[in-house]
């Protein structure tokens, strides 16, 4: 390709992304995405060790290997493309929990009916979305608790980096405590934490790339056992026994999904269920991450909430037409925030690389877990910086604030701490005698929000 042609192809990437005007440049863009990428590549074998504990198909985990990149790369395309946000989607942790252990595993449904309430769920998604009921469920979040979820993301990210990390486990006496800290991987840990956190101090371009880089390539060489193994062991890396090429393509899971079953009296319910978490895990992230890009107004609105909504009800749907559960905005898409990613070009480099996992799949595997959470880690401590606006000397507003943010860590679900922060917004401002201050899709908000803690589950 000629000098001239060259320019033109980068000039025309640049009006199409806006890259130029939102501060950025092709390369950071391409370094973000690939940033994003390797901090959420996990799932690529997690989504598929989930599901087929329900999906019972013959060679079900190399077929939800396969449909997971599609979906993930389906939806991340759809985000770049139409959206233009930095960020990338795949199908959700804990909506495919709920998917395997609940609707297949207690209820009893069959995971064709389960797929075709995931379907559903995303079609009512995107109809919100392209609804104005999208914008006032939006605008009606008061501008502080915005910035509350904003940390609340943080800590979340934060308390995924520790567990992966090693530096916290469960407890029985205290729910949690430290973890192993004469584990091998443990240190890695931390060593990726100081090699991250020192490298954006002095303003290293793919500071966070290095930091899991550093941190993988002394896991191999040292064989460190902080890959998991059979019977979920941890073990050293083992090499490619199998090659690094592997793919299989998803024949029995491809429109298996069972959507007249799943209209179904009975499994409304859980199509609320799949809506609900969907749409307010959707909904936190896109404010925690436009916020920490800069891409937030002062009166609380985010740069392009249609299609970036829109986006995940789509991809949702047509992961369901794929054979996986509900795909969903990830919040590691903050560390390719961080690493200066701005547009749609770092998350359109996420879905490309989706897609080549398809194929290599062995080759995401090298990256593990302890590698990553250095950066979820440090990605959660400077997302904290919002917590600095909000008033915490008004208790009307800190208290809900509070409960968000440390909801988030704590249930284990941004949902869960979005809705402790409505409710108590609600409540607290009508027993101060504000109760005219409460908008009225907030105050919807908060009765839905508790009808679904006492009667959904």
């Known amino acids: 390709m ?25 390369g950071t863009e391409v370094r973000a995405g690939i940033t994003t990428f390797l901090t959420m590549a996990y799932i690529i074998f997690v989504n598929p060790s989930i599901l087929s504990s329900a999906i019972d198909v013959e060679g079900a985990f190399p077929q939800l290997l396969t449909v997971t990149c599609l979906a993930a790369a389906f939806g991340t395309m759809v985000m770049s493309l139409w959206a233009n946000l930095p960020f990338a989607l795949a199908p ?40 104005g009921l999208r914008q006032w469920i939006l605008e009606a979040i008061p ?12 800590a979340f990210l934060a ?7 090693g530096l916290i486990m469960a407890s029985d006496a205290t729910f949690v405590t430290r973890g192993d800290w004469t584990s091998v991987g443990l240190w890695l840990a931390v060593l990726g934490i100081v090699a991250a956190a020192a490298l954006l101090a002095r303003r290293i371009k793919g500071a966070l790339v290095i930091a899991i880089a550093i941190v993988t390539v002394l896991a191999i060489v040292f064989r460190a056992p902080v890959y998991v193994g059979p019977d979920d062991t941890m073990v050293a890396f083992g090499g490619f026994t199998d090659g690094i090429l592997g793919f299989t393509w998803p024949s029995d899971l491809l429109g298996a999904l069972d959507i007249g079953g799943a209209l179904a009296g009975g499994v409304l319910s859980v ?21 920490k890009a800069g891409m937030m107004d002062e009166e609380g609105n985010i740069d392009a909430p249609m299609p970036a909504f829109a986006a995940d009800g789509l991809a949702t749907s047509v992961g369901a037409l794929l054979g996986t559960s509900s795909t969903t905005t990830y919040i590691e898409s903050a560390s390719g925030v961080e690493e200066g990613g701005r547009t749609g070009l770092t998350s359109f480099v996420v879905g490309i690389l989706f897609l080549v996992a398809m194929v290599f799949a062995p080759l995401a595997s090298v990256i593990p877990a302890v590698a990553t959470a250095p950066v ?18 008004d208790y009307t507003q800190s208290v809900p604030a509070f409960l968000a943010i440390v909801g988030m860590p704590f249930t284990y679900s941004i949902t869960d701490g979005i809705s402790l922060g409505i409710i108590a917004h609600t409540l607290i401002m009508a027993a101060s005698g504000r109760l005219r201050e409460i908008r009225p899709v907030m105050a919807i908000l908060a009765v839905l929000l508790v009808w679904r803690f006492f009667v959904v589950g």
């Open 92 to 131: 959700g942790l804990g909506l495919n929990a709920y998917f395997a252990f609940t609707v297949v595993g207690t209820l009893g449904y069959s995971w064709e009916t389960a797929l075709g309430a995931v379907f559903l769920s995303g079609i009512l998604f995107l109809i919100i979305s392209v609804t």
């Open 376 to 393: 979820l880690i440090v990605i959660g401590a400077m997302m904290m910086t919002a917590a600095t606006k909000v008033d915490w000397a």
């Open 2 to 26: 000629s000098t001239t042609t060259q320019d033109r192809a980068m000039s025309g990437l640049d009006r199409y992304f806006k890259i130029t005007e939102r501060g950025s440049d092709v």
């Open 143 to 154: 501008l502080y608790l915005k910035h509350a979820i904003t940390a609340g993301i943080g």
């Open 159 to 165: 308390i995924i980096g520790f567990a992966n990390a």
């Open 271 to 291: 199509v609320f269920t799949f809506l609900f978490v969907d749409f307010f895990d959707t909904a936190g992230t896109l404010i925690g991450l436009t916020d």
